[in-house]
């Protein structure tokens, strides 16, 4: 399935009020991203954090992992989607059945950035940004050009400009684009987003995850927030219900937008700024401390 409507209240902004705030709902669904917030540094789901997510299936509430990384990735996580097997993948590009296991992975919904969109982000960013580098995420394909830094532990497909990868008779022409990733080599990674997003104005979508100046752009519209918007819209599930954790500029929408929403301890500062609540480091559990504490208020409610 192929989708790039537009999504409404993709992000929420909470009206100011003098009385006293009604008593939130029970949480139904906790959406995580996985780098820098669920996992630790080393990659791993600590012991601690796989009992929180569990206990959090067990008492009926939905776990979905969002992040940037795409669908071969997820092998990380794997061994810990419980019921559903659900996953946001490439930063709300893709919603992906992980239950087959890595190599195996079914494609539910795919938002993809249209070639048309991608060869004039392409473009703009090269007028605005000399020296700007890039590679092409597909669903099942990589490739890149051939001055993009090795940044990612995949050999790509095809080695090709951009222009190349992009046109209609290039590798994997049939495909979705997924997204397109921008390097840098010398600008700020703040200053470069603020940049890309400039100069391609409403031709993609732009966000960055990485701690290098490395951009990910996606089709008009797509985000986290917005695919997450629609798993919970087919659910019946309000985003008053979802409870939300990140900790780079791809995660913002997503927990400006959920009802209950915290940044982690190590979380770059605009996600502070946007999530509702604040935890500990990804290092320290941040998630599953979160997760113990809603379920504990639950028992006692």
């Given at each position: 399935?192929?989708?790039?409507?537009?999504?409404?209240?993709?992000?929420?902004?909470?009206?100011?009020?003098?009385?006293?705030?009604?008593?939130?709902?029970?949480?139904?669904?906790?959406?995580?991203?996985?780098?820098?917030?669920?996992?630790?540094?080393?990659?791993?789901?600590?012991?601690?954090?796989?009992?929180?997510?569990?206990?959090?299936?067990?008492?009926?509430?939905?776990?979905?992992?969002?992040?940037?990384?795409?669908?071969?990735?997820?092998?990380?996580?794997?061994?810990?989607?419980?019921?559903?097997?659900?996953?946001i993948?490439?930063?709300?590009?893709?919603?992906?059945?992980?239950?087959?296991?890595?190599?195996?992975?079914?494609?539910?919904?795919?938002?993809?950035?249209?070639?048309?969109?991608?060869?004039d982000?392409?473009?703009?960013?090269?007028?605005?940004?000399?020296?700007?580098?890039?590679?092409?995420?597909?669903?099942?394909?990589?490739?890149?050009?051939?001055?993009?830094?090795k940044?990612?532990?995949?050999?790509?497909?095809?080695?090709?400009?951009?222009?190349q990868?992009?046109?209609?008779?290039?590798p994997?022409?049939?495909?979705?684009?997924?997204?397109?990733?921008?390097?840098?080599p010398?600008?700020?990674?703040?200053?470069?987003?603020?940049?890309?997003?400039?100069?391609?104005?409403?031709?993609?979508?732009?966000?960055?995850?990485?701690?290098?100046?490395?951009?990910?752009?996606?089709?008009?519209?797509?985000?986290k927030?917005?695919?997450?918007?629609?798993?919970?819209?087919?659910?019946?599930?309000?985003h008053?219900?979802?409870?939300?954790?990140?900790?780079?500029?791809?995660?913002?929408?997503m927990?400006?937008?959920?009802?209950?929403?915290y940044?982690?301890?190590?979380?770059?500062?605009?996600?502070?700024?946007?999530?509702?609540?604040?935890?500990?480091?990804?290092?320290?559990?941040?998630?599953?401390?979160?997760?113990?504490?809603?379920?504990?208020?639950?028992?006692?409610?």
């Amino acid at each position: 399935m192929r989708e790039n409507g537009p999504v409404t209240s993709a992000t929420r902004k909470p009206a100011p009020s003098a009385s006293p705030e009604p008593p939130r709902p029970r949480p139904r669904l906790i959406a995580t991203d996985l780098d820098g917030t669920l996992l630790r540094d080393d990659k791993s789901v600590s012991p601690r954090t796989v009992a929180a997510l569990a206990a959090a299936e067990e008492a009926g509430i939905e776990v979905f992992f969002v992040t940037g990384r795409p669908a071969r990735w997820m092998d990380v996580v794997s061994d810990h989607v419980h019921g559903h097997g659900l996953a946001i993948c490439g930063n709300g590009a893709a919603v992906v059945d992980l239950h087959g296991g890595p190599g195996t992975h079914r494609f539910v919904k795919v938002r993809e950035l249209a070639r048309e969109n991608a060869l004039d982000a392409v473009r703009l960013l090269r007028d605005a940004a000399p020296g700007t580098v890039y590679a092409v995420e597909q669903t099942y394909g990589f490739n890149q050009e051939p001055d993009y830094p090795k940044l990612h532990m995949e050999i790509p497909d095809v080695l090709a400009p951009a222009e190349q990868l992009l046109g209609p008779d290039g590798p994997g022409a049939d495909e979705p684009v997924l997204k397109i990733l921008a390097f840098h080599p010398t600008l700020d990674p703040d200053a470069f987003l603020t940049l890309a997003r400039l100069a391609i104005g409403d031709r993609a979508g732009v966000t960055r995850s990485s701690p290098s100046a490395l951009l990910e752009i996606s089709g008009p519209g797509v985000s986290k927030a917005s695919t997450l918007a629609l798993c919970c819209a087919e659910r019946g599930i309000s985003h008053e219900e979802v409870v939300a954790f990140g900790d780079m500029p791809n995660d913002v929408e997503m927990l400006t937008w959920a009802g209950r929403s915290y940044a982690m301890g190590n979380a770059h500062p605009d996600v502070i700024a946007a999530a509702s609540g604040r935890t500990v480091a990804n290092n320290e559990d941040g998630v599953a401390v979160v997760v113990e504490q809603l379920l504990a208020e639950a028992l006692e409610a």
